[in-house]
């Protein structure tokens, strides 16, 4: 029997995110974790002891350099997330960047017209649009149940869930908190059933209250570093689109309310849904009534994003998580912490 060639991956970053990409790619048969590159040296001990990788480099310019990586996953904080993915396209590698692609939306076009240029993949690593519910809610979207979905209510917020690891607490070095963190997922996975339109402007308010400041209260992730939170602990915004439609989120590492909220509505002219719990609300012969499936796939949305970058990359196929998605998700994003530092309403052109 001959043997099958495995399609060869490069991590970039060899941190939480990374090691996680790593974890599933080892599972599958056809796939080689071939290098990793970090900075830190004992992220990459990490990565050699876990995954027995043996290539491993402080610069990632010596993975790219190795003929035989096809692809590269991108998973350093934010702010280095442009420049190792415009170099590894550059190298002729296919790459799926982490979530929020960039720092700011020019560095995102960038990206972008960078992929077209060098004819390589440019995937973004969102998964929620994989989740079974997103799924569901996305197959009666497209037969029309919903009609135009008008308006899209997203929330990520958490009690409180400060990481503290990382630097999520760093404007600097990741371009915002909660907003760019977590607020990035449902409004990707909201912004993709909507059908990807182009958003035209953004509102926006952030506040900081408890991040920066020591606390004596029992929590999840306690010890965050208070002295460098540099972002904000809540970020409220409004988004108008080019058809007319409404996104808004809600997202915090810190909200004083009774439960953490990781959820979206959407509200269509015909009939509506939610991401958690799925359900679909709509009239049924003269009733208004709430579905609740009966059952629905147990899929594990970040393995479906991890194994479908590698068919892409195998079979030449484009993604369902483009650049191109990611760009308008970072515009949303930017221009919504535009407002909030302006304090009015930000117009948004379209890019690349
Ligand atoms: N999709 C998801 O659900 C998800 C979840 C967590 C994090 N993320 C994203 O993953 C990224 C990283 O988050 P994390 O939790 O893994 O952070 P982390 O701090 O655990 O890991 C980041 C790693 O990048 C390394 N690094 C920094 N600059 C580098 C550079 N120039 N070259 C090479 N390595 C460099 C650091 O040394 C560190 O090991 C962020 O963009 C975050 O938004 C996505």
């Given at each position: 029997m001959p043997k099958t060639r495995k399609t060869k991956i490069g991590f970039i970053g060899g941190g939480g995110i990374s090691r996680t990409h790593m974890r599933y790619m080892a599972e599958m048969g056809d796939v080689e974790l071939a290098a990793v590159a970090d900075v830190s040296e004992a992220a990459l001990n990490q990565c050699s002891k876990e995954f027995g990788i043996s290539h491993c480099f402080t610069d990632y310019q010596d993975l790219l350099k190795?003929?035989?990586?096809v692809a590269v996953t991108v998973g350093t904080p934010n702010g280095a997330h442009y420049r190792p993915t415009v170099d590894a396209l550059a190298a002729g590698k296919d790459v799926m960047v982490e979530k929020p692609m960039a720092m700011t939306a020019q560095e995102a076009a960038d990206m972008v017209k960078m992929a077209r240029k060098c004819k390589k993949l440019l995937v973004i690593g969102f998964q929620h649009r994989f989740a079974a519910s997103a799924q569901m809610l996305k197959r009666a979207i497209d037969k029309g149940d919903f009609g135009n979905v008008l308006y899209a209510r997203c929330q990520a917020l958490r009690r409180r869930g400060i990481p503290n690891w990382g630097v999520f607490g760093r404007k600097d070095l990741q371009g915002g908190g909660p907003l760019i963190d977590i607020g990035v997922h449902m409004i990707e996975v909201a912004h993709y059933l909507m059908g990807s339109p182009q958003p035209v402007s953004a509102y926006g308010s952030m506040y900081t209250y408890l991040g920066d400041k020591p606390t004596d209260t029992v929590c999840p992730w306690p010890d965050w570093d208070y002295n460098n939170y540099t972002v904000e602990d809540l970020a409220v915004g409004m988004v108008r689109f080019a058809n007319g439609a409404t996104l808004s989120i809600e997202a915090s590492f810190a909200a004083h309310i009774g439960k953490g909220e990781w959820t979206f509505t959407l509200m269509g002219e015909k009939a509506g849904g939610q991401f958690d719990p799925p359900m679909i609300f709509k009239d049924d012969a003269g009733t208004m009534v709430n579905l609740t499936p009966d059952w629905l796939p147990n899929t594990d949305a970040f393995r479906h994003k991890m194994r479908h970058f590698v068919e892409c990359v195998q079979h030449r196929t484009p993604s369902d998580a483009p650049g191109e998605h990611g760009l308008l998700v970072q515009q949303m994003l930017n221009a919504i912490y535009a407002s909030a530092e302006q304090g009015r309403e930000v117009k948004i052109k379209p890019l690349a």
């Open positions: 190795i003929k035989d990586i």
